[in-house]
């Protein structure tokens, strides 16, 4: 029976840690990892655009192949929404809600079990090599009660960088194969309009 009290006493105590612990990190959280891909913006923004291009690059369609997504809205733009719900990924959605054409894009997300105002952005920049892609992670429960806030907050702390980290650079590395094995396409040259007046005579 001691033991078994020391046992209890022992934890309860590193319960106790946790919740204190828990209770002291911060609320938000930022990640984000960045590739420079040798085209113009626009070439890389076509892949970045579209849900449906999405899935050609992103690490979760082939860490999760048989997971179940609903593509909605608009084909691009505010308000193009895709949702998945799959044995590895967990049951979740992303939609746009801010969009600049060949500059930005900004995912609001929610995921089962998570809380909180989470947002995931690309962001492009012109370079000498090409377009350099920022793609971000922010995540913020503080408006977010304790006990729905606690799961955020400890992914945030201990898998955020290692493993949604790795993830996104994965992904920055597929959308890079992708870009640079993608020929671009010229536009087609304008022909100049005939003179009306050329056999006016």
Known sequence: MKILKIIGIALLSLLLIVVIAVTFMSPSAHM??????????????????????????????????EAKQMIEGPATGVGAKMSWDGPETGKGSQWTVEYEENKRIKNAMAFEGMDGKIFAEFVLEEVPEGT?????YDSDVSQTSYGNASMTKLFNAFVLESMLGKQYEEGLTSLKQIVESTPIQEPAPVEAAADSTANSN
């Open 32 to 65: 984000e990892r960045s590739v420079v891909v040798k085209a113009p913006p626009a070439a890389v923004f076509q892949q970045l655009a579209s849900f449906e291009n999405f899935n050609k690059w992103s690490p979760w369609a082939k860490m999760d192949p």
């Open 132 to 136: 350099k892609v920022v793609w971000s």
